[in-house]
């Protein structure tokens, strides 16, 4: 019986396609909303209307595991600071001046840092199949990133905000990289928390220093619908499905499955705005598909086979 509800897990591999799905909606809200929202606000809200929705099922957890958050103060601290507060923070300040395919493109770097840390931090080894399948994820990324315009990758211009989302690739580097250090006797639902209420705490001076104590933003049903959004789906759901696709998968083969933001934000446009699908989704969706599948498919063991040979 234990056997048929293990397996009946879903599978880490099928939960990260989730994240990158949800927080495509994310940087689409964060772009079309970005009048509405200064990006210290919109962060602050986020994360404080999620830590909310979260306590109920989570408070008691939080306090009867306080042994084990005492004993790992400044990770707790570094995954709250690095992954919920500030990364965001970077994403919707960027959002503000960067075009789409720069932050396409600079997003799309984050993979590749991912990769790097946890060899250097972990001697995490990189296989030529991980590698071809992160390379061939790339060129799919940037094929619908540019919209299979190779002119509008020649005519890039950097700005302020290009310097943002590239800090924000690094931040959600280090997140990922991080998490590996979690402590295993921490639950899941207790981790998510405490590092929502770092978060928070680490965005409160700046929001008081920018707001005061007004809320910051104007009451509506386009603004509370956009907080309901960032706070339940994008934070609280992706950010469940992505820790646990780190820890089971390992961040360098859940750090693949960002390059799909490109292709689900190309599919929302074509579906909230009618946009045609064009051949530059299928290529580059293809191509983004395959490189995960061949990096993240281990190779089946040809153990039998020796033993057969050892038989004879």
Do not use: C
């Not at 580097?173 to 295993?184: N, T, W």
């Not at 928390?193 to 978060?199: D, E, P, Q, Y």
């Not at 789906?233 to 820790?243: E, K, M, T, V």
Request: charge should be positive.
């Amino acid at each position: 019986m234990v056997q048929s509800r293990r397996g009946a897990s879903p599978s880490p591999y099928l939960l990260l396609v989730l994240p990158p799905l949800l927080w495509s909606g994310n940087f689409v809200i964060g772009r079309a909303m970005r009048d509405a929202f200064e990006p210290v606000p919109l962060t602050f809200w986020r994360w404080i209307l999620a830590g909310v929705v979260l306590a109920p099922f989570a408070l008691a957890l939080t306090w009867r595991h306080r042994a084990v958050i005492a004993r790992y103060p400044l990770l707790l601290i570094a995954l709250g600071v690095t992954g919920v507060g500030w990364f965001h923070l970077s994403v919707y300040y960027g959002l503000q001046t960067s075009t789409a395919i720069n932050a396409g493109l600079l997003m799309a770097t984050g993979p590749m840092m991912i990769a790097a840390l946890s060899w250097m931090a972990y001697g995490e080894a990189l296989s030529l199949r991980y590698l071809a399948g992160l390379l061939l994820s790339l060129a799919g990324a940037t094929v619908v990133i540019a919209r299979g315009d190779a002119a509008a990758l020649l005519a890039l211009e950097i700005n302020e905000g290009d310097i943002w989302l590239f800090g924000a690739a690094m931040l959600w580097a280090v997140y990922s990289v991080l998490l590996k250090r979690r402590p295993p006797e921490l639950p899941p639902l207790a981790l998510l928390f405490i590092t929502i209420v770092v978060g928070a705490i680490s965005l409160a001076p700046l929001f008081v220093w920018q707001s005061g104590f007004a809320l910051g933003f104007e009451p509506g049903i386009e603004t509370l619908g956009t907080l309901l959004y960032v706070s339940l789906l994008a934070s609280l759901l992706a950010y469940q499905f992505w820790n646990r696709g780190v820890r089971e998968a390992g961040p360098s083969r859940a750090g693949l499955y960002m390059y799909l933001m490109p292709f689900f934000s190309a599919v929302l446009s074509v579906i909230a705005l009618g946009e045609p699908i064009a051949p530059f989704h299928v290529v580059g969706g293809g191509l983004i598909f395959g490189g995960i599948a061949l990096a993240v498919m281990r190779r089946r063991p040809a153990a039998a086979a020796v033993t057969a040979s050892e038989g004879e």
